[in-house]
């Protein structure tokens, strides 16, 4: 026989008994080189706070680095886009919000299907959004700013982080049920929207606690509002507004996204990954501290979600034509 020939024979049989096939070579084992977290804001943002907190343990339960990227503006669509660009291998993840799926919903303008264009891995964190004033503004409670928008309609504004997301529309939400017309000014640097509002310069903003946490504790804002239907647990002195605004209620969250096509056994490991991070004492102390509460998922139940909240923002799509 052959000496070729008997060499092929061997190799197939330590192929068929290592269970890999004969002809090419085994792939690599998921991860085997570092992973990006892209997000669509800025640092300090919420997204950027909470992708570098979890990034650590992700980054000792993979085995490989990984990597925080922040490609801000257009409301997420530039980081949407880019992700969207890549291969569905599962190292480009996208830290997806809950203002990408409320665009997605309401702007038929928009370059991304959050139903159609991503692959889903785990929630990371939900929360509420808050109402922030300067700690010297006039308007103490956010009753006191209702009546000055009632008064002198038009000529309040409030700060919001991008036409079309979440905060966005939780203020056009919480206006047409007040009956109240506040001016909407859109940033894209939390830093600026934050020093505007302790400026003056901004009558009130919508925000997460993760964004306000150091003016909050320095002193130089307060909180009028929390947007959850009761307080919310880790920030106890802020009261709902619906004690002004009866039945108003909005919570969002922040979770792992990929390009759509993701494999299944990537997406499972992926999220038992996050399960392990976000369920670190360390990580849900400081998520808690922050105003969010850590909340995993399995990819079935992230879709699930993204479906669910799609649906109840898709009637709001009116506030976006405006």
């Known amino acids: 026989m052959p000496t070729s020939f008997k060499r092929r024979t061997l190799l197939s049989s330590i192929a068929m008994v290592a269970g890999v096939p004969a002809i090419g070579y085994a792939q690599a084992a998921f991860p085997s080189k570092p992973i ?91 929360f509420p ?6 700690a010297d503004s006039p308007y103490r409670t956010l009753k006191d700013l209702l009546a000055a928008a009632r008064k002198n309609p038009g000529k ?8 079309g997301n979440t905060l966005h529309l939780a203020v056009e939400l919480m206006k047409a049920k007040a009956g109240v017309e506040i001016e909407a ?43 959850s239907k009761q307080r919310w647990p880790f920030n106890p002195d802020v009261p709902p507004v619906a004690d002004d605004v009866p039945g108003y209620e909005v919570i969002s969250w922040l979770g792992l996204a990929a390009p759509t096509g993701l494999p299944a056994d990537i997406a499972d490991k992926l ?8 369920a670190q004492p360390n990580v849900t102390s ?12 399995t990819p079935a139940e992230f879709r699930a979600r993204i479906e669910a909240d799609y649906a109840k923002w898709k009637p709001l799509a009116k506030f976006v034509a405006q």
Do not use: C, W
């Open 36 to 126: 990006r977290i892209v997000h669509g804001y800025g640092p300090g943002s919420n997204p950027d706070t909470i992708a570098r907190l979890v990034s650590p343990s992700l980054m000792e339960t993979l085995g490989q680095s990984v990597i925080v990227e922040p490609k801000p503006g257009a409301g997420e669509r530039i980081a949407a886009q880019y992700v969207m660009s890549q291969p569905a291998d599962g190292y480009t993840l996208y830290l997806i919000t809950g203002g990408a799926n409320v665009i997605s919903a309401t702007d038929s303008q928009v370059p991304f299907n959050t139903l159609r264009d991503f692959s889903y891995v785990s929630l990371l964190t939900q």
């Open 129 to 134: 959004f808050a109402f922030f004033t300067a």
């Open 156 to 163: 309040l504004n409030y700060a919001h982080s991008g036409v």
């Open 185 to 227: 000014v859109a940033y894209k640097d939390t830093g600026q929207q934050i020093a505007d509002v302790i400026g003056g310069r901004m009558d009130v903003a919508i925000s997460t606690f993760t964004s306000y946490n150091g003016p909050l504790r320095n002193g130089q804002v307060r909180a009028l509002a929390v947007t």
């Open 271 to 278: 999220a038992a990954a996050a399960k392990i991070a976000v």
């Open 286 to 297: 400081k998520l808690q501290g922050l105003g969010n509460e850590a909340h995993s998922s």
